[in-house]
């Protein structure tokens, strides 16, 4: 069948091609997209960094949409099923793809808000999560309130957590985790927020620390107010280039750092469906982050949302295109 796909062609520079999609494969099957979502990553592969390869390219790994066509051995699946992607690919900015039956969850049948159902960031914090391994009274610190770092937000609320704090220098999306935790916010450029900080210090570090930035400053942070006895250092955001650390610290020290990126976990697209069920019952509420769409197809609209997606400006958590 034909399908329109997007391709970065040069940084910036995109276009709209129309390819010919093979019949899924065994254990495939084959999507109508009807969302698909931004990722921080697309909007450095729409500029031509962090690219897998040479320019020219395809993009996106967060669909949505409905089963058209199965391969063989396929279980569980019937075409006309509505679907959201866990992991699998990275070509699904197209108007329909192919994808192995595993690493997608079924989503109600009778959605029609395909924005929702972006759940690959949801199963990538649900990793995150279930590596931190939050035991009961512990404390914790979450850095960053990006769209990433507000998912995390939603998800501790199903953890045994005893203290948490947030930490952001963005006071919009630390209002948006306070309604979440009120209380436990603050901004690290204020009085307040610095001696949050001094106080978690003096009581020795905090029992897990997840940092969700990705600055050099961040990065610093959370080393700092990990507790040297058994505390963990979660690393949940991507660091682009090089960072700088305590090698002593972290050698006479007890403290744990995790690597926690979804190629850690082998098991990681078992995480799909478990995490279908954590959006169906409200703990991870994406619809209240996305605060940008597109259709697909409207090149300049397009361009908008990822030009957003870089600069972080107009409100913007996160993009959305959607497919008719």
């Known amino acids: ?48 960094m962090s690219a897998p390869g040479p320019l020219p390219y395809r993009l996106g790994h967060e669909g949505v949409g409905v089963v058209t066509a199965m391969g063989e051995g396929v279980k569980g699946f019937q075409i006309g099923d509505k679907i959201f992607v866990g992991t699998g690919g990275d070509e699904m900015m197209a108007s329909a793809f192919n994808v192995q039956y595993d690493c997608v969850a079924k989503i109600p049948e009778g959605e029609t808000d395909y924005a929702k159902w972006v759940g ?39 953890t045994p957590l005893g203290d948490l704090t947030i930490l952001d220098i963005n006071q919009r999306n630390l209002d948006i985790a306070n309604e979440y935790f009120p209380g436990c916010c603050f901004r690290t450029d204020t009085p307040e927020g610095q001696a949050r900080i001094e106080k978690i210090k003096a009581q020795g570090g905090a029992n897990v620390v997840i940092e969700m930035a990705a600055a050099e400053a961040t990065f610093q942070l ?47 697209r078992d995480l799909t469906v478990p995490t279908g069920k954590l959006i169906q019952r409200g703990i991870y509420d994406t619809a209240r982050l996305v605060t940008h769409t597109a259709p697909f197809g409207d090149l300049e609209a397009m361009h908008q949302v990822f030009r957003h997606s870089i600069d972080k400006t107009d409100g913007y958590l996160k993009g959305v295109f959607l497919f008719d």
């Open 1 to 48: 069948m034909k399908a329109q796909a997007l391709w970065i062609t040069a940084p910036e520079v995109m276009e709209i091609r129309e390819e010919e999609l093979p019949a899924p494969k065994y254990d495939e099957l084959q999507i109508q997209t009807k969302a698909v979502g931004i990722c921080a990553w697309d909007s450095y592969l729409y500029r031509g």
């Open 120 to 158: 690959e960031p949801a199963v990538c914090v649900v990793n995150i999560l279930q590596k931190a391994d939050i035991q009961p009274g512990d404390s914790v610190v979450l850095i960053g309130c990006g769209y990433m770092g507000l998912l995390t937000v939603q998800g501790l609320r199903a």
């Open 222 to 268: 959370a080393n700092e107010l990990t507790a040297g006895v058994q505390g963990k250092l979660v690393f949940g955001a991507w660091h682009r280039g090089q960072r700088t650390i305590d090698g002593n610290r972290w050698h006479t020290t007890g403290l744990t750092v995790l690597n926690v990126a979804p190629k850690t976990n082998a098991r990681f």
